[in-house]
């Protein structure tokens, strides 16, 4: 056929395959000889950290980062500033002893205690507290509402550093100055609500000793009101009592039911101020400064609306807003005020007088030296020797402090400081071991902080060296302890006269019928929230 | 040997470090609105080459439960879309990775058309678009690192190796373990993939496709492409032969009509 | 400067002029297009391809089958009674191939790399087999017309040249046309698992290339009634009623393979569950192989002669019915793949009405200042006042 064709057609059959096949020659050759050279792959032009480019599948030691739920109401993460240095996980897995310590796959909960600490350690800020400055700038700006704000014992002596002050400046009179120019209606003081709380839980805890004197240690659980366990933990860390709802939920009883002084401010603020001010509670906005991230969730939990129970408007909450000390910081340099320069001023009239005793809480073992000063005062009728007003062996920045002081006519009274959750886990697996052995309690009482340092060098606080330094612990908790030895009149929680005012106006009795309503609540077994391990 | 990744989905607590670790290596920039890389609202776009995405599922003991999937391109054994790129700008390289060459890629995006889990994206956006997808850090592979987002996993949740030897070792932790279900994703899907995923889910509900074909995709259209130079051939042959007798046939008729004299029609 | 003698004549008409306002338009899109890529358009990650893919290419190339169908009738088979559609439907292949290749263009995300292909081999894609066959047979498309064209502007010598090369020119276009007709469905074969079952089979290259072979004539038929009525042609009923059997019997074909790949693969349940889905297939398969496959036998049975009406009744019918299936294949089949629904920005229609008006307006130069249509075609005697130049007939204000 192709013969007859060529006969037909000879030039023009050679010329149209050339044209047919020119191209494709070329393309066959660029294809055999290798031009076909597909230029740079896509991909690959940044960088991960150094220790992820190694060869071969060797383990990389620092890695990954903690998980956050988008959710969380304390922490959140920005993606463009995470490195992926592994600090997070080293201070969650290491420090906090949270991440690792359950089994995967997870339930339907990211295991997040809130402390914060992972915001402290991240080098780029990549972690912060989840920023509420709007919510608090828009209720200030409403003028039919009575902004009430609180500060932690913590923030006084931080705060200063976010101005170029050295660590552990004391600034409480200039941030109550900003506080107020900031338009905030009264500024109270959280230290109020610290002695409050050490009337509270010296009263239950001296209730628990004389309850297992009465012979019923075994009393676990706890019927009515009181409690009996012992020891007896303290209950103002958000953060550690989470980390027992969740790891031990079966030591929770030891749990003392009283709030924390931020929760029992907010809820005295909207019943007994609400009501010696006549202002309706509903128009009431509560804020608090708190060094602590986990403070955001507390104030979101659930049962944090007594005040609203009590007067029938439960979706009141005892606090409104959590602001971090970083936030505050935030706030004033936006408003462009120097703190530095601003004239101290004094916190306001019915929750703003606090005692030394107050003030301390803000470092670890602080709740423990205060509530011993008022303890003794309450089971002896007596105030403490000068010995107990300078407890060096819970100070400190030791993970586990221990002490044993002779109550005259009560006996030895045992107790123990930890700090940090790593620290907490020691005790309590203590505890646990020996309550399944039948071994008696070694200890009445315990303090717990969920962050190294205690409140201090909480979630909230300004950000330092990473990881955070002791030396700027050792700085800001000689601060506090500072203004318990020489700025504060008073160093006894039982001798606040406006704490005292406030039991004979309103709340009647410490752990009293409305004390009870108030100030104490409840916890929640979280341990089917995640499977707890022993270790990580 | 080709190199692949073992997902082991009941590990990951959906912190995104590989999302992360993504983004750095191949400086994709971040959208957390339009685009997130975390969460029920993750998906793959041409920023996102990985995802982990949330689903809400039952645990074992019927307890409600998250779960997370990390998602990117799964690497084919025998890609589609490197078997249907014109210009060849899709690879299969031997390492494993499917590796995309911008610079050959002309915009046609039967890629995208062609990847049976929709894997591919575009740079909309963009004035000269180029397709986006996972490269598995092929230049990382062939350095014989691990892809970034294996190494940066807190919780191993990835295993990087040999294909061969992670088919076997995924089928002996499922067989250690009761709490998966009994299915490598990725063994068999489309012909095998490089990335291969096991879970205590099934698949569809942490956002899987499971109704692809079990066969390469690729082997489809050479069951076509492979039989066309014959039929080019033979087709021409019989449209020359047909031409020519046709050709001879009129001659003849003009021949008789010339001979008898006057037009047939 | 003249054509055939003539001096070059565009007549102008209200409809032409609109035909201009959308080249403009069109002309503006495509500028803005090139410089800021597909931002434009509403295509997306669930739905790479659109309505370009669809009119330009799949729609496109489908419609201009008329061009190496009738080719091969009138060359190949020596049906000579076709004679006078060739050049027209060659034209209109050729017109049709050059929009084709732009749309594409536009459809390119990184268009200026078109040429990649030629020199980067994608051996194993049926895009690189399109893209090739497309490309070649443009060319020799555009060499089946180049005689016609050499012939106006007076270079006889290049015209007898290329007149010579029409056997092997026709022959390669078809080979290149059956490559790239049943490529159109074999690109869709690699949709395993993505294209409804309805459409998606093994025999996609087959129904494509048949349905191609049958749709072609029908639109040379379409397009023979449409020129015929502006130009006032003779309408040329032995070489429509050949054409029209031809696609008849091809339909036939066609729609028996379809119908018992439907029932071979189980999907007769899946076409009569009358969802979106079945619905469309039926239309489908209603509108572009039983209607008219029922009026073509109709006559057939009956041994009546073909009248006009019905033969173009049956062509636009035939050519609706690929356009459904066509569409049905981009865009129905691929809906639950994709998720979310999809709908043409304004400038993906304006411009793909655009390169439609551009497309005609070519055409109505290129009859009206070339020897196109066959003298004998040409109605002489009565209406002597047109004979001699053809675009004294090109009145369009009907």
């Known amino acids: 056929m192709s013969k007859n064709n060529k006969h037909d057609l000879p030039v023009s059959r050679r010329f149209f395959l050339k044209g047919m096949g020119a191209a494709g020659a070329v393309g066959a050759l660029a294809t055999l000889s290798g031009c076909k050279d597909a230029g740079r792959p896509s991909g690959g032009e940044g960088w991960t950290p150094q220790q992820y480019n190694v060869p071969g599948t060797w383990p990389v030691q620092v890695r990954g980062r903690v998980p956050i739920d988008p959710n969380n109401p304390s922490i959140v993460r920005d993606d463009r500033k995470c490195i992926l240095c592994g600090q997070c996980t080293e201070a969650c897995k290491r420090v906090q002893t949270v991440e690792g310590y359950y089994e995967l796959p997870i339930k339907d909960d990211i295991t997040c205690v809130h402390c914060g600490q992972c915001a402290l350690w991240c080098p780029t800020g990549a972690i912060s507290e989840r920023d509420d400055i709007d919510k608090v700038l828009a209720v200030l700006a409403d003028s039919s509402l009575h902004v009430i704000v609180q500060t932690a014992p913590a923030t006084r002596i931080a705060i200063g550093e976010e101005f170029g002050m050295p660590a552990g400046s004391i600034v409480e009179g200039k941030m109550v100055a900003a506080l107020k120019q900031l338009g905030f209606d009264r500024v109270f003081d959280t230290n109020f609500s610290a002695d409050l709380t050490i009337m509270e839980e010296g009263t239950e805890l001296v209730s628990r000793i004389k309850g297992s004197w009465e012979g019923h240690p075994q009393r676990a659980g706890g019927h009515g009101h009181t409690p009996t366990a012992l020891p007896q933990f303290t209950s103002c860390s958000p953060g550690w009592v989470k980390f027992c709802e969740y790891f031990y939920p079966d030591l929770l009883d030891h749990m003392s039911t009283c709030k924390s002084p931020q929760q029992m401010l907010g809820s005295v603020a909207k019943t007994y101020y609400a009501k010696k001010k006549g202002i309706d509670p509903g128009k009431i906005v509560s804020v608090a400064i708190m060094p602590c991230t986990a403070k955001k969730f507390e104030a979101a939990r659930g049962e944090m609306n007594s005040a609203g129970v009590s007067t029938g408007k439960p979706e009141l909450r005892d606090v409104d807003f959590v602001l971090t000390t970083r936030e505050l910081a935030r706030m004033i340099k936006r408003k462009g005020l120097d703190l530095p320069s601003l004239q101290p001023e004094k916190y306001d009239s019915l929750m703003g007088e606090g005692s030394g005793a107050g003030v301390i809480f803000a470092a670890s073992g602080g709740v423990m030296e205060a509530a011993i000063r008022s303890g003794y005062f309450l089971l002896t009728g007596q105030n403490p020797p000068a010995s107990l007003y300078n407890l060096s062996a819970v100070r400190g920045l030791q993970g586990v402090k221990e002490a044993a002081l002779e109550v005259p006519g009560v006996g030895e009274l045992r107790v123990a400081v930890s700090h940090g959750l790593g620290n907490a886990r020691q005790l309590l697996d203590q505890i646990r071991a020996d309550k399944q052995n039948g071994r008696p309690p070694r200890y009445h009482f315990i303090e717990f902080m969920a962050c190294p340092g205690g409140c201090i060098s909480g979630g909230g606080q300004p950000r330092t060296s990473v990881p955070p330094s002791d030396w700027v612990r050792q700085e800001r908790i000689k601060s506090i302890y500072a203004i318990d030895a020489t700025i504060y009149q008073k160093r006894l929680s039982h001798e606040n006269q406006e704490v005292k005012d406030l039991y004979a106006d309103y709340l009647g009795q410490p752990n009293g019928e409305l004390a009870h309503k108030l100030l104490h609540t409840t916890y929640t077994d979280r341990s089917a929230q995640l499977t707890a391990k022993i270790k990580a | ?265 | 400067m003249t054509i055939n003698g003539n001096r070059i004549s565009f007549k102008m008409t209200p409809f032409r002029l609109v035909l201009i306002a959308f080249s403009v338009i069109f002309v503006g899109i495509v500028i803005y297009r090139l410089v800021t890529g597909l931002r434009l358009t509403n295509l997306n990650d669930a739905w790479p391809w659109g309505l370009w893919i669809f009119i330009d290419v799949k729609l496109g190339v489908a419609l201009a089958a008329g061009g190496f169908t009738t080719a091969g009738i009138y060359y190949v088979l020596g049906v000579k009674k076709v004679k006078s559609v060739v050049k027209p439907a060659i034209l209109t292949a050729w017109l049709g191939y050059c929009l084709v290749g732009f749309g594409l263009l536009m459809d390119l995300g990184r268009w200026y790399g078109w040429w990649h292909p030629i020199f980067s081999w994608g051996e194993h894609s049926v895009m690189f087999e399109l893209y090739m066959c497309v490309l070649l047979y443009t060319i020799v498309l555009t060499c089946e017309f180049a005689p016609v064209f050499f012939k106006g502007i007076g270079l006889m010598k290049l015209s007898t040249f290329f007149t010579g090369l029409t056997a092997p020119l026709v022959i390669g276009g078809i080979a290149l046309s059956t490559m790239h007709q049943s490529s159109l469905g074999s690109m869709y074969v690699l949709t395993a698992g993505k294209l409804n079952e309805l459409w998606w089979t093994m025999l996609l290259p087959i129904l494509y290339y048949v349905s191609a072979v049958a749709v072609g004539p029908a639109m040379v038929t379409c397009e023979t009634a449409l020129a015929g009525r502006f130009f006032k042609h003779e309408w040329d009923h032995e070489a429509m009623t050949f054409l029209a059997k031809w696609s008849g019997y091809i339909l036939t074909f066609y729609a028996v393979m379809r119908l018992t790949d439907l029932a071979m693969r189980h999907q007769l349940v899946a076409l009569f569950a009358l969802d979106t889905v079945s619905l469309m297939c039926l239309l489908e398969l209603g509108i572009g192989s039983i209607l008219p496959l029922f009026f073509f036998w109709g006559y057939k049975l009956r041994g009546k002669e073909m009248t006009k009406p019905m033969i173009v009744r049956n062509a636009v019918l035939m050519v609706l019915g690929v356009a459904l299936n066509r569409g049905n294949v981009v865009f129905t089949g691929m809906a639950k793949a994709a998720g979310e629904n999809y709908f043409p920005s304004a400038g993906e229609l304006f411009l793909s009405v655009g390169l439609l008006s551009v497309g005609i307006l070519l055409y109505l130069f290129v009859v009206e200042n070339f020897d196109v249509f066959p003298e004998h075609v040409q109605p002489t005697g009565e209406q002597k006042e047109q004979v001699p130049p053809p675009k004294a007939a090109a009145c369009l204000q009907a």
């Not at chain 2, 009941?10 to 999302?19: L, Y």
């Open chain 2, 1 to 265: 040997m080709s190199k692949g990744v073992l997902v082991d989905m009941t590990k990951c607590f959906g912190c995104g470090a590989c999302t992360v670790a993504c983004k750095l290596w191949n400086e994709k920039k971040y959208d957390d609105v339009n685009k997130p890389t975390l969460g029920e609202q993750a998906h793959l776009v041409d920023i996102n080459w990985t995802v982990v995405s949330k689903h809400h599922v039952t645990d074992g003991s019927g307890q409600p439960a998250w779960r997370f999937a990390k998602k990117q391109c799964l690497h084919c054994s025998d890609p589609a879309c490197a078997s249907c790129c014109l210009v060849g700008a899709l690879r299969k390289t031997p390492d494993g990775p499917v590796v995309y060459h911008p610079d050959l890629c002309v915009g046609c995006r039967y890629c995208m058309v062609a990847c049976p889990f929709n894997i591919p994206k575009y740079e909309w956006e963009q004035s000269f678009p180029k397709v986006s997808k996972c490269q598995m850090c092929s230049t990382r592979v062939a350095a014989g690192e691990m892809p970034a987002c294996v190494t940066v996993c807190p919780n191993q949740v990835m295993t990087f190796g040999d294909r061969d030897q992670l088919v076997k070792e995924a089928h002996k932790r499922i067989a250690s373990n009761g709490q998966y279900v009994n299915h490598v994703f990725g063994e068999t899907e489309v012909g095998g993939t490089a990335w291969m995923y096991i879970s205590d889910q099934p698949f569809e509900k942490l956002g899987f496709k499971t109704t692809v074909p079990k066969e390469s995709l690729p082997a489809y259209t050479w069951q076509i492409l492979s039989k066309l130079p014959l039929i080019l051939v033979s087709w021409t042959a019989i449209l020359s032969g047909i031409y020519f007798i046709n050709k001879r046939r009129h001659a003849l008729a003009a021949d008789k009509q010339e001979n008898t004299g006057g037009p047939q029609s």
